[in-house]
């Protein structure tokens, strides 16, 4: 059993079941499933965990991870010796914890071009011991189907196209992907195999200080391009976004997806549904980055019973439900860093201003600048201050300047005194 000495444990790393970090309600420690994947008895076990060693809450995370939140000192080592014994615990070693990430309908989707699960089992196992590697960095993998993981902000991108089985290579850049080639489905683990120890010699050799692929220089990225000999880059098909709530028609069955305001889930709803993956599918249950879970398998006879329950149990099944415009983290008082009270205050938004709030609309409430819980831009970002207002940031994300500071109340205000665009609303240049 080995895990990260109390005393180097400190807030910002990336956690692990080795690695918790210290947040504002104790230690947080972040479980990495390939594929997202558990079966019931696990997340049953993960829920009877969360509620014996930590404060009971339970957060998916944007990445399809799942976190156990008020961890002590003195519950921990039981915690990780559980999850050591349960086969839960990532590797030893300095990350990353889990390289890749996937739509939580890979090998399932039938709008898929290619096995996306098979890709990304040959980059984490030919990655495994690959040394240089920042623990945040990881690889989405998609298989151009139904759940598009363009926003997931990975540092590089697969996604299969339609096009003679190719698969684009993409890297994060400013407002969008930037596409640096295209691989055959067959060559494709091997070319981001190299993508990745390129970057690692870079990082180790000293070429670079860059911990994530998309602050690179240009010439070292297509640098990496070369070396993995990808051919001329063909940007897959637009895609709408990923839902978050719903369900998929799977052959003769479906795959129900529930989301969970702003990613918390309690023991109760973990355990839940575990109980309604036997009784309505098939056992297992996949963690979303839309942070929510998605249940496979479930007869169309069993849909609406399934729906109902989940309902009742606090999960939000319908696409056009306000909160699920709204993203926030954990904020104050839970995260140590939090100067707002960011899930509370985003579903008083949600309350109050929900009917502005079209599908696919994005607000970011942010309990501080660092961003945790959405890297990018969102129509409407708001930022948490130690004065008790928020910044206002149109069209940007929390790492944007802006001049205008607002209350909560007056935030509202401003989006309840308009009808058109939100983020117009939100623009002191044009509110004026
Ligand atoms: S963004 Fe939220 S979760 Fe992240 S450090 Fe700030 S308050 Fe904490």
Redesign the pocket.
């Known amino acids: 059993m080995s895990a990260q000495p109390m005393s180097e444990r400190r807030r910002g790393w990336c956690p692990g079941v080795r690695r918790p970090m210290a947040t504002g309600d104790g230690l947080l420690v972040r479980l990495h499933p390939f594929g997202g994947r558990l079966t019931a008895g696990q997340a049953r076990i993960v829920a009877g965990a969360a509620r014996d060693h930590g404060n009971g809450h339970l957060d998916i995370t944007a990445r399809g991870n799942l976190q156990i939140r008020g961890v002590s000192e003195e519950t921990y080592p039981g915690l990780l010796a559980l999850l050591e014994r349960e086969a839960l615990a990532e590797p030893e070693g300095n990350g990353p914890n889990r390289l890749t990430a996937l739509s939580p309908l890979a090998g399932l989707d039938p709008q898929d071009h290619c096995d996306a699960l098979a890709v990304a089992r040959a980059i984490e196992d030919g990655a495994s011991d690959l040394a240089g590697l920042p623990a945040k960095f990881f690889v989405s993998v998609d298989g151009g189907g139904s759940m598009p993981l363009d926003a997931i902000g990975a540092d590089l991108h697969l996604v299969a196209t339609s096009r003679g089985n190719a698969i684009a290579f993409g890297l994060a850049a400013p407002g969008d992907l930037h596409w640096i080639g295209t691989a055959s489905l067959s060559r494709a683990p091997e070319a981001a195999l190299s993508i990745l120890a390129g970057f690692a010699d870079m990082r180790l050799s000293g070429r670079t200080e860059a911990r994530r692929l998309r602050d690179l220089e240009p010439a070292l990225a297509k640098e990496l391009a070369v070396l993995a000999a990808l051919a001329f880059a063909v940007p897959p098909q637009e895609r709408p976004v990923a839902p978050h709530a719903g369900s998929f028609r799977i052959q003769d069955r479906q795959a129900v997806l529930l989301a969970l305001p702003f990613g918390r889930c309690s023991t109760v709803q973990l355990t839940q549904a575990a109980d309604w993956s036997e009784r309505f599918g098939c056992g297992e249950i996949r963690l979303s980055f839309t942070r929510g879970l998605l249940l496979p398998g479930i007869w169309d006879e069993q849909i609406p019973m399934l729906m109902a329950e989940a309902a009742r149990s606090g999960f939000i099944t319908d696409a056009d439900d306000p909160r699920l415009s709204l993203i926030a983290?954990?904020?104050k008082p839970d995260?140590a860093?939090?100067l707002a009270p960011?899930p509370v205050d985003a579903l008083r938004i949600a309350e109050t201003c929900g009917g502005l709030l079209p599908q696919g609309t994005t607000v970011h409430v942010?309990?501080?600048p660092?961003?945790?819980?959405h890297a990018g831009k969102a129509d409407l970002t708001l930022v948490g201050r130690a004065d008790g207002r928020y910044d206002v940031v149109p069209h940007g994300s929390t790492r944007d300047v802006t001049l205008l500071h607002l209350s909560l109340d007056e935030i509202m205000n401003r989006l309840l005194s308009k009808t058109s665009d939100i983020a117009y609303r939100a623009n002191p240049e044009r509110t004026r």
Request: glycine content about 28%; proline content about 7%.
């Open positions: 983290c954990p904020g995260c860093s939090g960011a942010s309990g501080c660092k961003g945790c819980a």
